[in-house]
């Protein structure tokens, strides 16, 4: 067994879009920084891979690479303006009409992208083994075969079944029910096009009713469509296959040309898990829960808190300023307080509306809920024209930024 002592300024663990990111940003600031996986890289992830408009803005803002870069090397595989939402296929309750792009990554090759961004820019990588333990007072990290590493801080970018936060739980730092009570599971499968009777499903579907507290979807990619259905878990005892298959067949798809099916939990509603950093450990991403909590999207929270984290990082080896104080400011001010409104729109989606959306009605509402959010959206985009007023990409202030 052999011990290394404080060679890094700091490990990161796990190399998914939030570990990748923090390591590339701090390596980027001169730190020396260390970024472990269990999994040997390029490695599949269970993902939709759809990435909104924000993602594609943050990460041009963080690595300088447009949506048309990744799409001309091949890391974007689709993608469509059009998209979808219905009432279990059979009533369409908004569309969009084309006003943004939607893009569809494969997860294998997107993460592997970030990955080699980081080393690229001087972070040093160990993959293919376990991290077994953690010392959450003395920063060190003690892998499968019982070497250990110590650094001044840690990230916990391990994902939703992560080990740091696993720690946290073990010394009650988190409390283990407030984090089982808003986990999720997300199943995915997926369809060649060659096997499908026709050159459909273009567009990116997002059906309500067949699941509670959650939604079905259909993502085209090139080659693919992929199926999936992702809820809470105490509103699903056992509907989770069931409500995949319901789905499938709605769509008029052969079962039997569908892939295995696969499954991974999901945080849904676990930002309110708290704290997410203990002495010099931080939890980002998955591992702290951080998740939109109505429709899942957790690539851009994973890389938008690791963004936070290299910053607050940042911050206390430039001026000792004390650690997280920053990082739980800049949680509560550009993503909790966005999260909380979201979590009212998905109890009155999932509350109230559902039992409703059988009815014309409720179609009314989104068409005119649709035209007031066109209506707003176009004086905001004027507004801001006439006030050549510099949208912040990733809101901070500006002397926030690295
Ligand atoms: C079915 C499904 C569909 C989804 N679809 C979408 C979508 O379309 N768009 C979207 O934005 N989000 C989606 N999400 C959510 C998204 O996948 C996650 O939010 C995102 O991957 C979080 O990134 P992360 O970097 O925090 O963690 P992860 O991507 O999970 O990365 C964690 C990394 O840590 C490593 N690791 C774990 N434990 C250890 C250990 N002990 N030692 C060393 N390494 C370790 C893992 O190997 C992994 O590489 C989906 C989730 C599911 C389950």
Redesign the pocket.
Known sequence: MSTQSQIYDIIV???????STAAYLLAKNNFKVLL????LFP?Y????????MK?MQLTKEIYNVSSEDLIKNKIIDYSTPFYEISYRNKRTLLRNEGEFDLYLVD?TIY?NYLLIKAKTIGVEVIEG????KIDINHCKIEFQNGDTIQSKFLVG???????VRREFIRKKIIKSKDWQFNLGT???CFVNRKDLETDQFKTLLLTLGFVNYGYNWL?PNKEKIIL?V?ALNRKNKGNFLRALKKFISSLNINPEKISQVM?????YGNFSIKPVYKNKVIL????AGI?DPLW???????QKTAEFAALTIFKHFKDNSVPFTQYEDLLRKHIYSEFKSTLKKRWLLYNRLNVSLKYYPVQAFFLIYRKIVKFLRHYSRRFRELSKKQHLLIGLNSTDTF
Do not use: M, Q, W
């Not at 663990?13 to 570990?19: K, N």
């Not at 992830?45 to 909104?52: D, I, M, N, Y």
């Not at 970018?157 to 080990?163: E, L, Q, R």
């Open positions: 663990i796990g190399a998914g879009p939030g570990g472990v996986d269990k999994e490695r992830k269970l993902c939709g891979g759809l990435l909104s993602t997860r993460d083994i376990k991290i077994d970018a391990d994902g939703v079944n992560s080990i997300g199943l995915e993502f999936g992702g499954g991974h939990p999901v945080p980002i991403g998955d591992a998740v899942g999207e957790g690539i851009y929270y994973a």
